[in-house]
T-cell receptor, first 111, second 114 residues
Framework: EDKVVQSPLSLVVHEGDTVTLNCSYE??????LLWYKQEKKAPTFLFML????IEKKSGRLSSILDKKELFSILNITATQTGDSAIYLC???????????FGDGTTLTVKP | EPEVTQTPSHQVTQMGQEVILRCVPI?????FYWYRQILGQKVEFLVS????????KSEIFDDQFSVERPDGSNFTLKIRSTKLEDSAMYFC????????????FGPGTRLTVT
């Protein structure tokens, strides 16, 4: 059975801090790893990673994949209160592109 | 920017009733998905659909569930005889291709079974 594990489950930081969120995966016929931000309703897409060692960046957020060790990290630098959300990691397979999600990391950024 | 839409946003139904949740995927997308998220739990895959047939389904997607693309634009999830434990947020997603493409999620339908 496919499995995605995220850590920590929750994190409280202050504005300006840097955080690292972890995701390990065991996905049969793995093809890609996706990060989402979930605030109130639907997950909104952050990154898709398919190759090891290539960092993807978007503003203060960045992510990298290690396909040998089967994990990914999401970094957020200079955190802001608007970064408070649940961050979801999902592994997709090659078959029909089914995504297996982790439990998420709940990030709270205090002013 | 194109987006996935879902209706209704909230559906309340009595146990044993049938419900149909509707989704309009992004128009040129080929792969369609349903996920659900029980309150406080993780997002769970239900089913994927391509070329007018189910590609993959989870153990959750038993005989009480069915999907259909009745008219080339809508993508529906039917739950035949709802149970209390079906109460959840149901997300539709679509993708232009398989796993090398992002999945775009709709805003969700909150289903409450009483």
């Amino acid at each position: 059975e496919d499995k995605v594990v995220q850590s920590p489950l929750s994190l409280v930081v202050h504005e300006g801090d840097t955080v690292t969120l972890n995701c390990s995966y065991e996905v049969t016929n793995f093809r890609s790893l996706l990060w989402y931000k979930q605030e109130k309703k639907a997950p909104t897409f952050l990154f898709m990673l398919t190759s090891s060692g290539i960092e993807k960046k978007s503003g203060r957020l960045s992510s990298i994949l290690d396909k040998k060790e089967l994990f990914s990290i999401l970094n957020i630098t200079a955190t802001q209160t608007g970064d408070s959300a649940i961050y979801l990691c999902a592994g997709r397979n090659t078959n029909a592109g089914k995504s297996t999600f982790g439990d998420g990391t709940t990030l709270t950024v205090k002013p | 920017e194109p987006e996935v839409t879902q209706t209704p946003s909230h559906q309340v139904t009595q146990m044993g009733q049938e419900v149909i949740l509707r989704c309009v995927p992004i128009s040129n997308h080929l792969y369609f998905y349903w996920y659900r998220q029980i309150l406080g739990q993780k997002v769970e895959f239900l089913v994927s659909f391509y070329n007018n047939e189910i590609s993959e389904k989870s153990e959750i997607f038993d005989d009480q569930f069915s999907v259909e693309r009745p008219d080339g634009s809508n993508f529906t999830l039917k739950i035949r005889s709802t149970k209390l434990e079906d109460s959840a947020m149901y997300f539709c997603a679509s993708s232009p291709g398989r796993a090398d493409y992002e999945q775009y999620f709709g805003p969700g339908t909150r289903l409450t079974v009483t």
